[in-house]
Antibody, heavy 118, light 107 residues
Framework: QVQLVQSGAEVKKPGASVRVSCKAS????????ITWVRQAPGQGLEWMGW????????HYPQNLQGRVAMTTDTSTSTAYMELRSLRSDDTAVYYC???????????WGQGTVVTVSS | DIQLTQSPSFLSASVGDRVTITCRAS??????LAWYQQKPGKAPNLLIY???TLQRGVPSRFSGSGSGTDFTLTVSSLQPEDFATYYC?????????FGQGTKLEIK
């Protein structure tokens, strides 16, 4: 079946980096982009960016520019999200989701908990 | 950036009720709007895209309408499994912002 499976929970210290993976299966990986969304405890959804799995083009929001990097490995149908210079307010559940443009994001990973604490 | 404002933020209703959630964009976004449902501890689930197109497998009691700046999500007859938090997202221009969410609770 079509699914996205994310890597496991991470605990990091402030200033460190984290990389979360998202492995796709059950569909043609390069036919859909991947977006990343995070949700801090008790808060709403925050869009973190989008990557084209076809050519690697990326779009990031201004508030994360310079700290976030999204990449893909088409040989393993895996997308990656790296967040650098972690702060306590980066503590959140991080989700990847499949989709491109106006059709929304229809398949989501199970979420990865990232905790930033000294 | 395009801001999305949902109302209400909290909604209390009963099984069988008809409910409507609104989403207002800070500038026109044509029909480039999606709605998601999220239950506690779970990933969001796409309900509607293109403002009014029902995602495959979503019950027909869900419907969406609107274009430009004003959008609505309607549930025609609430079922127990519909009590959740709902988010709109604009897909017109980057960054793809979300509304702040509407929590639908059982009365």
């Amino acid at each position: 079946q079509v699914q996205l499976v994310q890597s496991g929970a991470e605990v990091k210290k402030p200033g460190a980096s984290v990389r979360v993976s998202c492995k796709a299966s059950g569909y043609s990986f390069t036919s859909y982009g991947i977006t990343w969304v995070r949700q801090a405890p008790g808060q709403g959804l925050e869009w973190m960016g989008w990557i084209s799995t076809y050519n690697g083009d990326t779009h990031y929001p201004q508030n994360l520019q310079g700290r976030v990097a999204m990449t893909t490995d088409t040989s393993t149908s895996t997308a990656y999200m790296e967040l650098r210079s972690l702060r306590s307010d980066d503590t959140a559940v991080y989700y990847c989701a499949r989709g491109s443009g106006i059709w929304g994001f229809d398949i989501w990973g199970q979420g990865t908990v990232v905790t930033v604490s000294s | 950036d395009i801001q999305l404002t949902q109302s209400p933020s909290f909604l209390s209703a009963s099984v069988g009720d008809r409910v409507t959630i609104t989403c207002r964009a800070s500038q026109g976004i044509r029909s480039d709007l999606a709605w998601y449902q999220q239950k506690p501890g779970k990933a969001p689930n796409l309900l509607i895209y293109g403002a009014s197109t029902l995602q495959r497998g979503v019950p027909s009691r869900f419907s969406g309408s609107g274009s430009g700046t004003d959008f609505t999500l309607t549930v025609s007859s609430l079922q127990p499994e519909d009590f959740a938090t709902y988010y709109c997202q604009q897909l017109n221009s980057y960054p793809y912002t979300f509304g702040q969410g509407t929590k639908l609770e059982i009365k």
